[in-house]
């Protein structure tokens, strides 16, 4: 789960990091309001959504006054940057900045521990520092079990500067950002820029967090920072059912258990020449309402021309899946072919189940799926 | 032959009594799986189906039993604890197929357990099946037949899948480890393709990947350096788009990296024969052999 910058700031302010001042706005003239707060001859507005590139997008702009800043922030709120429409601004006052530079913490894949980053070379994607000047990007592995070591954050810190007062607030901010990571549960948290201000504070400019989904249940006052109106709303009723969904461009609806065999039929579709119009895995243990949900989440994307299921019996039961199907139809009208192939646990008893209302199933997922892409391309119905 | 789990398999259950733990237990037993113990806390001196003994800790099944295996089945949020106690206990292998444990525990489960004996395989996994012999986790038992190919996934289903195609083809297997979908995970493609390339038995080896992380690359250099096994891989996750979890919490493209074009390249300079599709299985293992 993606936390708002404005979020990721407070969670850092209060873990004791010099964060930068900024006044979260939902209107123009709260925007307004939040400048006069400030009390700074400039300010930036900046819109809060989880997307990269808001600044190209016209997310990101500058305002010399009070009246400035109102009129910038009626123009970005409610505007779409990468299909997410914009309810909340963030005011911060435009800093004077004498370096820039990179903090951040991740869990590492490769040596399964979380790592500590710095760049000098902050403010811009880190992402290009690491693929293009690797060498600007310096590592601490954390033993997960003693947290980050003072020696280690100093030693980041003096990656970052030369003067030893910067380089002790340096290793200060850090311990906290770890600390921070460690307490929202995240899988990211990054502070970029840091900055040092002309009077020589190492401050956070903007910050970010990323939060491991499978921490939520133990962190309800983190769950409760998501902000569902910026999601897309089948992903979150899919989400409130335990499925997990994902809308793609095309036109075959997928409906798996499994995430791997999900993956895998999005990319047979493709293979026999169609496009899926979704991810849905239903998870394992199933049972027919999840699949009702499912097909009414499917069926809410007018792209969809063919709904294929792809159940491989195991711990989900292919007559649950089944009666979901069945009762889907007779709860609401099913205005679109579908194509079922399961096989499996308890596969006879659904295929008895299909056979009561008329519906076919394969056990073959590779002549169901090119039947379901040739359903799709308007080719005969199922 | 097999590699993991074998004739000398003793398994202890966590969460034997648990909606999971005991349906999964019943199926294991009917598979023939030498289940010697179970563990509930408060339900210990009982027993599961009137046979297997059930304790209050693993170190007391495993003292009273020799149980030198466990299964973990129990919720999420009791689940690193467990992985914890098995190890504690002495046990050598520990299956971990609950879904849904924060990777931020897994960071100190690692080290932790690299300190012990242990091996774990999960979480978030189907499990390890040696055909014919025992299962310990969810794998489906009749879609299995014992023969002479080794199989490891990231997936579950997507295994299932494969599996079956492979017996229906008459290619039976030595033995099938999930080794999960999560971004940490106890025992990784390469522990598996090196205990393949070791176990006589073994004449080819099929490795299921997918999107995210560099595992499946740096197993790729693996087969390059140490093996003599043909190996035939898949990736899953080609349409996927990047920056979204797909299901597993693994399998996310982060930035330009861990996408299936870079994971199928890795396989093809390591001479690993690619499937394009889970059928492909059957004829690129058939024409190895």
Redesign the interface.
């Known amino acids: 789960m993606n936390l708002h910058e404005y979020q990721a700031r407070e969670l850092l302010a209060r873990a004791g990091i010099p964060v930068a001042p900024g006044i979260v706005a939902a209107t123009p003239a709260d925007a307004r309001r939040a400048m006069e707060r400030l009390g700074v001859p400039k300010a930036v507005v900046k819109a809060q959504v989880h997307a990269g590139g808001r600044g190209k997008a016209g997310g990101v702009k500058l305002a010399e006054s009070p009246e400035q800043v109102e009129r910038v922030a009626s123009q970005i709120l409610g505007m779409k940057i990468k299909g997410l429409t914009v309810t909340k601004v963030l005011v911060v006052p435009a800093a004077e900045i004498a370096s820039e530079a990179y903090a951040g913490v991740i869990?590492d894949?490769?040596s399964?521990?979380?790592v500590l980053m710095v760049s000098p070379a902050g403010g811009i994607d880190i992402?290009e520092v690491a693929a293009t000047t690797p060498e600007k990007i310096f590592r601490a592995t954390v033993?997960?079990?003693y947290g980050l070591l003072p020696h280690q954050a100093m030693a980041l810190g003096f990656r970052l500067y030369g003067d030893l007062a910067l380089v002790r607030q340096a290793a200060d901010i850090l311990q906290k950002l770890y600390l921070a990571f460690?307490d929202a549960?995240a899988?990211l948290a990054e502070i970029n820029p840091l900055v040092v201000t002309p009077g020589g504070e190492v401050v956070a400019l903007d910050a970010k967090i990323v939060v491991?989904?499978?921490?939520l249940?133990?962190r309800p006052a983190i769950a409760a920072l998501r902000d569902v109106a910026l999601e897309d709303p089948a992903e979150v009723q899919a989400r409130d059912a335990n499925l997990?969904y994902?809308k793609?461009d095309g036109n075959v609806g997928c409906c798996?258990?499994?995430?791997?065999?999900?993956?895998?039929t999005?990319?047979?579709?493709?293979?026999y020449g169609g496009e899926?119009a979704n991810?849905l895995?239903i998870g394992?243990?199933s049972n027919p309402d999840k699949v009702v949900t499912a097909l009414k989440i499917i069926t809410s994307d007018p792209k969809v021309k063919a709904i294929l299921f792809n159940i491989?019996?195991?711990?989900?039961r292919c007559d649950d899946v089944a009666n979901g199907i069945v009762a889907a139809t007779r709860q609401f009208k099913v205005d679109r072919p579908i194509v079922i192939r399961l096989?499996?646990?308890n596969e006879k008893e659904a295929v008895k189940i299909l056979e009561g209302v008329g519906m076919r199933a394969l056990t073959d997922?590779?002549a169901a799926v090119e039947q379901a892409v040739k359903v799709a391309r308007g080719g005969a119905a199922a | 032959m097999s590699i993991f789990v074998d004739q000398g398999t003793r398994l202890v259950v966590q969460g034997i009594t648990g909606r999971?733990g005991s349906f999964h237990a019943r199926q294991m037993l009917a598979y023939g799986t030498p289940v010697v113990a179970g563990v509930t806390p408060g339900k210990g001196g009982q027993r599961f189906e009137d046979k297997v003994p059930i304790f209050n800790t693993v170190a007391e099944a495993a003292a009273a039993t020799g149980a030198n295996a466990s299964v973990i089945y129990v919720p999420?949020?009791f689940a690193v604890d467990a992985i914890f106690e098995a190890a504690d206990a002495g046990i050598l292998l520990v299956v971990c197929i609950s879904?849904?444990?924060?990777?931020?525990d897994?960071?100190?489960v690692?080290?932790?357990l690299a300190q012990r004996s242990a091996r774990l395989v999960g979480p978030n996994c189907?499990g390890i099946i040696t055909p014919g012999v025992a299962k310990v986790g969810?794998?489906?038992g009749q879609?299995c037949a014992p023969g002479a190919v080794g199989v490891v996934?990231?997936?579950?289903?997507?295994?299932?899948?494969v599996v079956?195609q492979l017996t229906r083809a008459g290619l039976g297997q030595t033995t099938c480890v999930g080794i999960g979908?999560d971004?940490?995970i106890g025992t990784t493609f390469i522990d598996c393709l090196a205990a393949f390339e070791a176990d006589p038995a073994t004449r080819a080896v099929v490795m299921?990947g997918?999107?995210g992380?560099?595992?499946e690359q740096k197993a790729a250099e693996f087969v390059t350096a140490h093996m003599k096994k043909p190996v035939v891989g898949?990736i899953?996750?080609?349409?996927?788009?990047p920056g979204?979890?797909?299901?597993?919490?693994?399998?996310i493209i982060s930035?330009s990296s861990g996408t299936?074009a870079e994971k199928i390249a890795a396989f093809e300079r390591a001479g690993i024969a690619v499937m394009?599709?889970?059928?492909d299985v059957v004829p690129l293992v058939q024409s190895r052999l």
């Open positions: 869990v894949r490769v399964r521990s979380p992402e033993d997960a079990r460690v549960g899988s491991d989904d499978n921490e249940e133990r997990t994902i793609l798996v258990n499994g995430a791997g065999l999900a993956m895998a999005m990319d047979l579709v493709k293979y899926p991810f895995d394992g243990s491989f019996g195991g711990i989900t096989t499996g646990t997922m590779d | 999971d999420a949020r879904e849904g444990v924060p990777v931020l897994m960071t100190r690692m080290p932790y189907p969810i794998i489906p879609i996934s990231r997936s579950g289903t997507l295994t299932y899948e079956y979908g971004p940490i299921i997918e999107i992380g560099t595992d898949f899953a996750g080609q349409t996927a788009p979204r979890r797909m299901g597993h919490a693994g399998a930035g299936a394009k599709r889970p059928a």
